[in-house]
DNA sequence: TCTGGGGTCCTAGGACCC
DNA sequence: TCTGGGGTCCTAGGACCC
């Protein structure tokens, strides 16, 4: 009798319609009917859908899609707020089950991540993992098994809804070979667009192109990362470091498009200050300000300009943010603006600082 | 149809320096 | 006259992802 033999695998778990399903689990009456979540709940306000339930989807709506479009395709459908608390707290619950595995959890926002699994019998872990995370939080996901995180990613897709499929270097051209390039994760519609203009249209095409013809056209470094993706190579690890952003940013859309500049400079100020909240939240202080605009209809700007030092000052902040609206073409009307800080790096805890060091004021 | 909000990383071009 | 060859830093924009 042979051994069975322990590999490495990587699982990517990702909840089916997860936004939807957090709604529909806080209120049952939601069952079976045509949900879509997306910005304040009102289909007559400018926003897009977050997520629809699938019932919704039949119908041609999903994410991304203007809530206008989406209550023209479906009147009658249930349009409901985004709500953030509640997402967070239901993922909360997936996470904490997958880590309840004894694997290594690389969340990769509310409703993904990938685990780092050592096992002979993959199909069956996963089973156990749908399993698990069902009965800690009576949500259902559907689990890609690769022997890398891209085909474990790309592998989930075809499992869905509350499927297991596996896509490792054995089968990987005999299901993607013949797909166009941005079925790959990392390539999207322009990078696709670009690459059939130089004839390249499928994964296997994109696989056998040269480093050096990628690298021209896309850079050196952009050029042979897409070469690796269309030969389903992926060297990084699966790892559970937690996250640690290196900026935070607010920004609004303007319900109607905004001529007076004084609003404009007001609005500024007011993102300017919560982003300020965001990294108080953080102890992380603000070392750059961006701003950005969306003029009328749709061109979006940004600039930027570094604080003269390290800082939480809420006027300094509010300042450096409403002095880059100078740079503004103030004749024009505006449907968006977004403040962006950058922040110092994280304070490593260490037996010396946090026995005593002042952090000052 | 009319395009959210919150992020990251890479590239290109100009400034500046030796 | 006609103007090297790097290296680094900064900024704006592009592309992508959830």
């Not at 859908?49 to 999903?62: D, I, N």
Request: hydrophobic fraction near 40%; include cysteine; proline fraction near 5%.
């Amino acid at each position: 009798m042979t051994t069975p033999v322990r590999r490495r695998w990587v699982l990517h778990v990702d909840m089916d319609q997860f936004i939807a399903a957090v709604e529909v689990l806080r209120n049952p009456e939601l069952v079976g009917k045509q949900v879509v979540v997306g910005g304040r709940g009102d289909p007559t306000e400018r926003g897009v859908v977050s997520t629809a339930s699938y019932e919704a989807r039949a119908f041609g709506v999903g994410s991304g899609m203007p809530l206008r479009v989406a209550a023209k395709k479906l009147p009658d459908a249930i349009f409901l707020p985004v709500d953030g608390e509640a997402y967070t707290e239901a993922s909360n619950g997936v996470m904490e089950a997958l880590r309840s595995l004894g694997v290594v959890v690389e969340v990769m926002g509310w409703d993904e991540a990938f685990l780092g699994v050592e096992t002979d019998d993959p199909v069956a872990f996963a089973r156990r993992v749908h399993d698990t995370v069902f009965e800690a939080t009576s949500l259902h996901c559907s689990v890609g098994i690769g022997d890398n995180k891209l085909r474990a990613k790309i592998a989930t897709d075809f499992g869905k809804p509350q499927g297991i499929y596996t896509l490792t270097s054995e089968n990987w051209f005999d299901v993607m070979g013949d797909r166009t390039t941005d079925a790959l994760w990392g390539i999207g519609k322009k990078t696709a667009k670009k690459l059939a203009l130089l004839g390249i249209t499928t994964v296997a095409e994109l696989a056998a192109t040269e480093d050096s013809l990628l690298a021209a056209s896309f850079g050196p470094k952009t050029g042979p990362w897409i070469g690796t993706k269309g030969r389903g190579i992926d060297l990084s690890p699966v790892s559970a470091e937690p996250w640690v952003a290196r900026s935070h940013s607010r920004e609004t859309t303007f319900q109607h498009d905004l001529d007076d500049w004084n609003l404009v400079t007001e609005e500024v100020r007011r993102l300017a200050l919560r982003v300020r909240d965001d990294l108080l939240a953080e102890n992380r202080m603000a070392v750059r300000v961006t701003l950005k605009v969306r003029y009328v209809p749709f061109e979006t700007h940004t600039t930027t300009a570094p604080l003269v030092a390290p800082t939480f000052e809420p006027e300094v902040i509010s300042d450096a943010a409403a002095a880059l609206i100078e740079r503004l073409d103030h004749t024009r009307a505006v449907r968006l603006m977004g403040v962006r800080l950058e922040m110092t790096p994280p304070v490593v805890q260490t037996a010396a600082n946090s026995a005593g060091d002042d952090p000052g004021t």
